[in-house]
């Protein structure tokens, strides 16, 4: 059972929160056990979510169950969804090999079908397979969100995927989401075609947004955001082999845009430290962050790994590191920033 948190302590009213949520693959189940635990705290209100990815995934799942029935219908659609995810990766070829489940790893590094599907992506694209436009998510998604009940949820929703023509992001709304939508925002361009929506192809959000903080500052109250970090900003070592390398550029990548958003808070809070407007907004914003050194430890092939007993592994943690934040940071949402994000104006 968790620890009862400062939230539940202490005489406050009810603290508005926005989330963002990065992507992540099934590394994403870090963030249900996020919300999970968040979820159980009366005190939070959340006004709105933006996610990209598998964080879009989650916000979307959460938004529909919140609708329907509140945080509880919120916490039981979301292992409903990640559950669903794992009995349709069941029957994929990309298993851990005998060796690391002997180990105990959670890579895929040594699975003969990751290998070659790790070669077969440097040397074609997925208009070149004949499973390139496929995405076993689809089904998953439309079965587990009812996105009529979407359109109308309480809960406000960003949903970024990349412009495959501009390369600038498009934010979708709670009406505008869909299925499509989604496997845009999760679109890989070495694993699946581009998505089309409205005559326009789209790649993964998280090339111009994982996640998108802008809507969260012009079309929110919240001046507290509570970010979900996936793709760690900092790795100790230098990657070394073909694969680190790549996974490396990845995740640098999808800081990329974030981190610039955040730049740009730090350089408002000393220019316009009490200005009006979305400036102003943009200079009070307190931002948050829960993250896990598991996700750091963890080898990239294991965001491909949908394992029940993983996904549920990765759910823990998630519960533990928000755990943790309410406990140590709980009183302080609504007051003051938590995440020190002047440390980014710092030339090096």
Not at 91 to 98: A, D, E, G, N, V
Not at 195 to 218: F, H, K
Not at 324 to 330: E, H, S, V, W, Y
Request: aromatic fraction near 6%.
């Amino acid at each position: 059972m968790a620890e009862q948190s400062p939230l539940s302590t202490v005489d406050q009213p009810t603290r508005l929160v926005d989330l963002a949520l990065q992507g992540g693959g099934s590394h994403g189940a870090f963030t249900w056990g996020v919300l999970d635990r968040l979820l159980e705290e009366p005190a939070l209100t959340i006004e709105a979510i933006s996610g990209t990815s598998a964080g879009a995934m989650n916000a979307a799942v959460m938004a529909a169950g919140f609708a329907e029935g509140g945080n509880a219908g919120a916490r039981a659609a979301l292992e409903r969804f990640w559950k669903k995810v794992s009995d349709a990766a069941a029957l994929s070829p990309l298993q851990r090999s005998p060796l690391d489940v002997l180990l105990g790893r959670w890579s895929l590094d040594q699975s003969p079908a990751y290998v070659a599907f790790d070669l077969a992506s440097r040397l074609f694209s997925p208009y070149d397979l004949p499973f390139g436009g496929a995405n076993p998510l689809e089904a998953v998604l439309a079965e587990a969100i009812d996105f009529g009940r979407l359109a109308r949820a309480p809960i406000k929703l960003f949903i970024t995927a990349t412009n495959v023509r501009t390369g600038r992001p498009r934010v979708f709304r709670n009406a505008e989401v869909s299925p499509k939508v989604l496997l845009a925002s999760a679109c890989l361009p070495s694993m699946f075609q581009a998505v089309e929506i409205d005559g326009e192809a789209y790649w993964d959000g998280g090339y111009s947004g994982n996640p998108t903080m802008t809507p969260l500052v012009g079309e929110c109250v919240s001046d507290d955001t509570i970010l979900v970090a996936i793709n760690p900003v900092e790795r100790p070592g230098i990657p070394k082999s073909a694969r680190d390398i790549l996974n490396r550029l990845n995740e640098v990548s999808f800081n990329a845009v974030l981190l610039k958003e955040l730049r740009m808070m730090a350089m408002l809070r000393q220019v316009a430290p009490s200005g009006d407007g979305e400036a102003g907004h943009w200079s009070r914003m307190r931002i948050h962050l829960i993250s896990s050194q598991l996700l750091v430890e963890l080898g990239s092939s294991s965001k491909l790994n949908a394992e029940w007993a993983f996904l549920r592994l990765l759910r823990d943690e998630g519960r533990r590191a928000a755990d943790a934040f309410l406990t140590k940071f709980g009183d302080d949402l609504g007051r003051r920033s938590t995440l020190d994000i002047d440390r980014l104006l710092d030339t090096v």
